[in-house]
Structures are given as structure tokens and as C-alpha cells.
């Protein structure tokens, strides 16, 4: 019978580098991905994820520094998808599919008290997120309305 | 020489194929956890002119290559390999000897098609049906095996081993199970105990998962779910109830409705479910026995009843003397995985043996100059893929120090040196070592290969049907290489 005494997986990353002329000390930003919707033919319902009309409306996105990014949002797309098409850093690991919690955004009680009601699964996925408050949702199952015009959306810290 | 602004990083990995645990651990009907690849490919896809990050698959630190080697080749080595290699072991009779018993990460890989993992097929056929007086050949690929299986822990490998034994082929049909995996797996099994010797509070798996058993039945698996109401009673000390304060208790309390939820649904009808699928909680496991027919074999699980004692976050499970027999044609291990150091590593000071860690501030390794570390390797296998991001910023910001420091302190090159530049350093060093070591690296496009050949419709099922995996590195390469 085989040995099942393994070897560990040897994943080793190496970073090799000339000398960096603008290296950082501060903390790192992770730069915003771009939306990866549209690389994903295999999502079932992308024409539906990807639905919108050319009206926007003016939100705030508030960053985890606290800085403001007030942005032109399509009515109809998820919000995760309008921070990714606006350059704003908010993860979406799972692509939207209420697999994860990296797209967790805090809202104002008046704002959150008109949203529709949250699934089983999206309240299951925000059990697991970082710093979770009562106003908080998961930006890939909120779409943008007429009345979102002016709020401000809060970026939670992800714990790092 | 010029000033080149950027980074440029290289990914070594030991199998042909990149991703690890999102290919060979995440469950194959969770295929929307696999969406991180979208983002891992898009690294190797959407480069730019400041850096760019190459793959070499196939590729195995501490046999075609020294850790030393690497870290002499490069500004700075991350070790990112996770806990493959050991599990935590319960310490009990028969652990080791019976046949039958074996780790739910070696399952897990099994079923996920990992090419070191294809033998514990044949184990799992034998547990599964060897002992059901049917010729197995004669039984079609619903037919559900009367085997009973436990698995020893509550985490979410244990809950994803039960469910995938519980879904069998017709629940897997249209993921990328492989199809001879399915053709063992057949109707799944009739049986199948979770037992962990805490309580359900304690448990350590997440309610997305004790969701999905919760809902077996309803998507048509023919399998109930069944927690006693008795022993959410017993789990319910006035500790436990402190655990499920406040806004850090939601997580819990939610897990408490659902099963006290379940507790309350189960009734006659549901003896026409042709299987079943139990949690059962404050049950430790104290021996395996074998089977009276064959003393190889493991025939029984003997757990002790335990009681809850102690603090809130601190309760222990105390043996009260009461035993329960398991019958058990198939055990799965699942009490967490162990990291392992790297060949090389063992004898220093690197590494946490009890902890199975790489002993690290903030990623950088102590005692190695440009050594760092991220992931499980660095802080232990537990976490989400989630807690990733978090783990990996933190050991990022480490580099940067370290680099910055260093680009501080860099003397002028003299122009002496020059044998320095006849040896080539980072990726063209890499990969000039590889090549006169004859080692077959598979590159990112090579990679792409292996994927679209897994993907060719000949090779599928369906129309549903992902991916065919490749089950050997033998034919990975024929893919990558043709």
C-alpha cells in the first residue's frame, strides 16, 4: 500500500525585483480589480446581473480610510458591480453568488429600513462578515434605485 | 544599470494545475466558491509594464529545487503551501490498524480527483459495497449502498463529506465530480453520523453548510436530516447560552434556530427517505473495533457521552462513562489538517512543530533573511478563503517594509562584480536552473491547455457537466505539453 506520508505542496511565490524607486512603507492598497462580470460567460443569468437603465443617480461610496468617492450609479446594477466599474476597492471574491462576504456595505438606518428583505443565504454569508452591524448588507444583492440618489455607503474595514 | 520600477513575481507549484484547495478541497457542488479563479487567472491575463507575475507548474520546492536556491535566486520567497501534508490524530484503538478508516482530507482529495489520491477509490468501493451481497457490477448507478459511515468531527469538510456521500451521482451529476468517482460513489449511502464530542454551539462548521443538510431532502436527494432535540438540550449549559450573546453570538444563535428547527421537522414520513444524514453532538470518540466477520475491518465507532464544563469559550467536553456502538463500515477522520515543514526546514528553529507553523512576525520568518509567509502555513488551517485577503495584506505590507528597508540600505554596485552578472538572478535564473535540471515546468499557457482539454465535450457527461478533471499528472502533461 502507498505510503500516505505526503510531501507538503511546495506553493512558494518569489518576488524578484530590480530596485523600487517608489516602494512604500505605508500600508498597501490593493488596487481595484476590474469588473469581472463580463469574463464570465459561464453565470447563468448574467444578462439579468448585468440589466440597467442609462438613468443614474448620484451615491457616495465611503472608503475604509474614510475618504469619499461619490460616483455615478446605473438604476438597476448591483452595487458591487457599480464600485468595480468606478475604480472603487470593495472585493467580490465570489463573483456575486452569496459565497463570501468581501462585498459587506454599511448603510444609513433610513436607507437600509427600504431595502428588500435579505435571503436565508445572504444572511448566512454576513454571519461571517468583519465588523457586521445592523445596517449592514452584502453589495452583490442590492440594486441601485431612483431614491439612492445622494445616500453615502459605507466600506467597512476588513479586518486588516 | 538602470532603475526598473515594478514587481515581477513568479508562483511555484508542485502540481501541474495552480489553485490547490480551490480545485482539490472546495466541494464540488460548491462551484461558486471556485469563482476566485476568475480573479487568480486575471493576475496572469491583464499584465502591465510596471510588473508581471509568471506560473510554473509542476515544479517541487525541495526536490528540483532548494528553498535556498530560491531565496538566492530572488529579492524575497513567500511560502504560501498551506497544511497538505498531516492531519491531527485522535489518539484511539484502531486508528491506524483497521482498514476502513481513513482521513477526510485523503476523501476529500479522492473525491476531487487529486492525482496522488486516486487509490483511496478502491478503498471506498470496498467499504461501500463490498459487504451489500450484491455483485457491484450488477447494480446500477442509483442504486444506494447500505454502508454506514461516520465521520469523527464537525467542521466543514466533515458536513461536506457527509453531504456528498448523502447526494451521490444523481446529486453530482452536473458538477465537476469526476465521473469515476461518481461510478463508487453510485446513489450515495444510507447512512451517515457526524459526531463531534462537543456541543452544537460549539461546532466549528458555519450554518451555509448545516443549511444545505437541512435542505437535502427538499432538492430531491431522498435524504432526511436528523438532530435530536435531546442533545441541543444537553448543549444548551448556562456557558453556552453566554456564547450566544450579542452581536458576536449571531452567528451561533442562527445555527441554534436552524437546528432546533430540524429538531422539530422529523417525523414518520421520513422513514420513506431511502437515507439519512445525523449530527450527533456531545459524543466523543473513544475506539474503533472491527468488524466481528473480519477482524481488519473497522466495525463499530464506541463514543462516550460527554457533558459540557467550564466557562463560556473555554467549556470542555467531559466523559460521563456512558457509551454508544456506531456500527461503522467506512470512518472518516475529520479533527483539521497539520502543516508540515518543507524539506530542509525541519532541524531549525523556523518551525512550530506543535503548531505546524513557520514561526513568523507579520509573514516575515525569523531567522531567514528574505523568507515570508502567508496563508495556513502561516497562522494554522483555519479560516475561510476570505480570511485569506486579510492574511495575505497583512504579510504584503511586511515585504514592502522589508524592501524598502533594504532599498535604503543598497550599496552601489561595484563594477568588480562582475561574475554577478553572468549568473542570472530572479525568473531567467529560475528558469535556467530548471531547464539544466531537466525539469518540465508547465507554464501559464500550458495551464490553459490542461483547462480547455478537461473542458473538450468529448470528454464530458453533458451539456451541464464542467470539466472531465484529469486524475494524473501523467496526463496533464500529454495535455500541456500536445
Known sequence: MTSLLRRPASLAASIAMRPLHQAKSSKIKVSARPSMVFKRPELGNLGLRSFSSKETVTITYIDASGDEHPVQAEVGKHLLDVAHDNNIELEGACGGELACSTCHLVFDQDVFDTL??????????????????????????????????GIKIRIPDDGY | FGVVTGIDVDIIERLPTPYG????????????????????????????????????????VGKDISLSKLQSLYDVVILAYGCQAACKRLGIP?????????RAREFVAWYNGHPEYGHIGSIVQKCLWNTSGDDERELDSSAISPARVVVIGQGNVALDCARILAKGKPGLIDTDTPSQ?????????????????????????????????????DEGNNATFIVRREELERGMTDSS??????????????????LQ????????????????????????????????????RVGNVICERTKLEGEAFNQKAVGTGETESFPADLVLVSIGYKGMPLEGMEESQMFDQSKGV?????????????????GWIKRGPTGIIGTNIMDSKDTANSIMSFLDLKNNNAQPQSSSSEDESESLFGRNGLEEFLKSNNVEFVNWEQYLRIESSEKEPSRLRSGDHPREKFLSVEDMLIAAKG
Open chain 1, 116 to 149: 428588500p428583505t435579505k435571503s436565508d443565504e445572504e444572511e448566512d454569508m454576513l454571519d461571517l462578515a468583519f465588523e457586521l452591524t445592523e445596517t449592514s448588507r452584502l453589495g452583490c444583492q442590492i440594486r441601485v434605485t431612483k431614491e439612492f440618489d
Open chain 2, 358 to 374: 513557520v514561526v513568523n512576525e507579520h509573514g516575515k520568518v525569523f531567522g531567514a533573511d528574505n523568507l515570508f509567509v502567508t
Open chain 2, 21 to 60: 484547495l480551490v480545485r482539490y478541497g472546495v466541494a464540488p457542488d460548491h462551484p461558486e466558491v471556485k469563482n476566485v479563479e476568475n480573479d487568480f487567472a486575471a493576475l496572469f491575463e491583464n499584465q502591465n509594464d510596471a510588473s508581471s507575475v509568471s506560473y510554473y507548474g509542476n515544479v517541487s
Open chain 2, 241 to 258: 447560552k453566554e456564547e450566544l450573546k450579542g452581536a458576536a453570538g449571531r452567528p451561533k444563535t442562527r445555527i441554534d434556530k436552524l
Open chain 2, 181 to 217: 468517482v461518481l461510478d463508487i460513489l453510485k446513489g450515495g449511502v444510507s447512512h451517515v453520523s457526524v459526531v463531534g464530542r462537543r456541543g452544537h454551539i460549539q461546532g466549528a462548521f458555519t450554518i451555509k453548510e448545516l443549511r444545505e443538510l437541512t435542505k437535502l431532502k
Open chain 2, 94 to 102: 484502531g486508528e491506524d490498524s483497521l482498514e476502513g478508516v481513513l
Open chain 2, 261 to 296: 428547527d430540524s429538531s422539530k421537522l422529523y417525523h414518520s414520513s421520513d422513514e420513506d427517505s431511502k437515507k439519512q444524514v445525523e449530527l450527533r453532538f456531545l459524543m466523543s470518540p473513544v475506539s474503533l473495533v472491527p468488524k466481528d466477520s473480519n477482524s481488519d
